[in-house]
């Protein structure tokens, strides 16, 4: 049982790349989701999905998409990476429920020049 | 919208307890939630606490929950230098499945 990964660990991008960060979890949760993290401001919500074939806004969406296709994946898309998209990307998924704990992957390290 | 503060900053002696604070802006949340990242990881539960809840224990870690003034604490007893790491405050926002972190407070622990 390996959790949540995350590919690749590091990444460097010039402006206006593209790039897909993975995520898999062989849990058969539900719920994913996609965050940033940056210094001081803590972790913010990109996406989420709520199932295969379900994907929603969270508090930081533009330049980003997700697609949901399988129960197992959910990858981060960057269409035209941008130097404000330099973060540390966390997925994170969960079963359902009220309480249902979060787990994090161990996050993708992004620079874009 | 919503909103979730944290102290940047602690340092404490090897030994002593270490109280992390947090507050946080949205009356209807459920669940607070505690998370700490080690250098490098992910972030990793600690514990949570319902809403309803003014104070749960698990082994070294109390969670004080002051729903009136939305402030919620973590307090580490006998702190270790293994506990160094960033602890994130988080609430439950939109049904369960959006979470609001903090900033995250970072815990120095020395000799």
């Known amino acids: 049982n390996a959790g949540v990964t995350q590919t690749p660990k590091f990444q460097v991008l010039k402006t206006g790349q593209s790039m897909t960060l993975q995520c898999a979890q062989d849990m058969n949760h539900e719920y994913m989701s996609w965050y940033r993290q940056d210094p001081g401001m803590g972790l913010r919500l990109i996406h989420y999905s709520v199932g295969a074939g379900i994907t929603d806004q969270g508090e930081v969406p533009n330049g980003y998409n997700v697609s949901r296709s399988t129960t197992e994946d959910f990858p981060l898309r960057l269409e035209l990476a941008a130097p404000s998209q330099t973060s540390v990307y966390f997925c994170?998924?969960?079963?359902?429920?009220?309480?249902?704990?979060?787990?994090f992957g161990p996050g993708t390290r992004l620079t874009v020049l | 919208g919503e909103d979730v503060e944290q102290s940047l900053f602690l340092s404490v002696r090897e030994g002593d307890s270490s109280v992390i604070n947090c507050t946080y802006t949205?009356?209807?949340?459920?669940?607070l939630y505690w998370y700490k990242q080690e250098p490098g990881a992910g972030l990793q539960l600690l514990t949570y606490i319902f809403s309803n809840m003014d104070m749960k224990q698990d082994q070294r870690l109390t969670v004080l929950l002051n729903k009136k003034d939305k402030h919620l604490s973590l307090r580490i007893a006998d702190t270790q230098t293994g506990d160094s790491a960033i602890y994130f405050c988080a609430e439950a926002s939109g049904g369960y499945n959006k979470l609001i972190f903090g900033a995250g407070t970072r815990l120095a622990v020395h000799p």
């Open positions: 994170a998924s969960k079963s359902g429920g009220v309480a249902d704990t979060q787990y």
């Open positions: 949205d009356s209807s949340s459920t669940y």
